[in-house]
Structures are given as structure tokens and as C-alpha cells.
């Protein structure tokens, strides 16, 4: 048993301490990375209690629960910026990102104190396909609320569309993983390919950008 909140405290106060001392988009993209972190908290204790709730495996939970609380607690303070500070969009991108790299930092670094440490291809697992599909997952759904924007659509539809993306992504890449063989190497793919493919996006996507 480990106690997330201690993990929580020892890795964001640090990290907090030193938003006093940067400015600008270090300290955005620093109180953002915090944010994720708490996120991820936050979904564990969600994820927990509805587990308990429904009675169902924990397989069962992380296809059918797990993508669907932690995409849209991702989601809430990347639409607390975008609608209360209406950032630009590499500053909103930033903070997407940023986001989803506090919520994988977390859970990976619990989830190695969990299962330890010993065995690299499992932190390699954790560090390059988990943590990874957190990022893209979120990275993608704000480049969806940009173009949303610019086509003027942008609204509750639009919102409700690009969150069911992002869990139907997260969900499939969790029953990929569940069973070992050849779906658990699709699986572990399927962060990587959609990073490439989302990177070659963004780098056009970016070329137009103020």
C-alpha cells in the first residue's frame, strides 16, 4: 500500500516553491503540470470509490470507468483556461500539454512504487506508451477545440465530441493492454504511432499559427 497524497507532497512542493522564482510561460506551463498532478489524484480517488460501487474487476474498471473519469478530469482545467483566460493557442497547446505530462508523471511514479522498479522494460513500458497516450490524448483534444474555434462551431457538441474521442482512445488502448500477446503489442503501439502522427499535425498545424 502506498499513500498517493504523501508521493503528491513530496514531488509538488518543490515544484511549487519554485513558481516563485520563474515567470511567463515556465510558470504557466509549471502550475499546469501541478494541476495534472492533482488530477491524477483526484481520479484515482474517483476510479476507487466507483470500483467499490459497482462491484466490477479491476480489468472491467479500467476499460469501462478509468478512461472516461480521467479524460474528463484532464479536461476541466484545460477548459478553466481556455474559457477564463482565453490563452492563445500555443499557450493553450502548452498547457494541454503540460497537463498531460503532470497526470502521467504522477501515475507512473506511483504506480512504480506500486510495482517496483527492477524491471526496465516495464519503466520503459510506463515512461514511452502510458505516459505518452495521457499527453497525445489531451494534446489532440485542445488542437479539436482550436480548429472548433476557427470554424466558428466551437461549443457544447464540439466539447462533448472531442472528450468521447479522447476516451474511446484511452479505452482501447487499456483492452488492448489487458490481454497479453499480440493485442498487448498493438496496444503498446498505439500511443507511439498516434505521437507521430500527431506530431507531423502539429508541426504543419503550428505553421499557421499567430
Aim: hydrophobic share 55%; charged share 10%; glycine share 8%.
Amino acid at each position: 500500500m502506498i499513500y498517493a497524497e504523501n508521493i503528491l507532497l513530496c514531488i509538488a512542493l518543490p515544484l511549487a516553491i519554485s513558481m516563485f522564482f520563474i515567470q511567463g510561460e515556465l510558470r504557466r506551463y509549471l502550475a499546469a503540470f501541478l494541476l495534472g498532478m492533482v488530477m491524477c489524484l483526484i481520479s484515482a480517488y474517483i476510479g476507487g470509490f466507483m470500483n467499490l460501487v459497482t462491484g466490477m474487476g479491476e480489468n472491467d474498471t479500467s476499460v469501462f470507468i478509468s478512461p472516461v473519469i480521467e479524460e474528463l478530469m484532464k479536461l476541466m482545467p484545460l477548459f478553466f483556461f481556455m474559457v477564463m483566460f482565453a490563452p492563445k493557442e500555443r499557450t493553450l497547446t502548452m498547457l494541454a500539454v503540460a497537463i498531460g505530462s503532470g497526470f502521467a508523471t504522477f501515475e507512473n511514479c506511483c504506480y512504480i512504487l506500486t510495482s517496483g522498479s527492477e524491471n526496465l522494460t516495464y519503466v520503459l513500458i510506463r515512461g514511452f506508451v502510458v505516459g505518452v497516450m495521457h499527453i497525445v490524448s489531451i494534446l489532440a483534444l485542445s488542437v479539436w477545440f482550436i480548429s472548433a474555434k476557427r470554424l466558428n462551431v466551437f461549443g457544447f457538441p464540439a466539447v462533448v465530441g472531442g472528450l468521447s474521442l479522447a476516451m474511446i482512445f484511452h479505452a482501447l488502448y487499456n483492452l488492448l493492454v489487458s490481454e497479453p500477446g499480440t493485442s498487448r503489442i498493438i496496444g503498446y503501439l498505439l500511443p507511439l504511432l498516434t505521437t507521430a502522427g500527431l506530431y507531423y499535425l502539429y508541426r504543419k498545424f503550428f505553421r499557421f499559427l499567430e
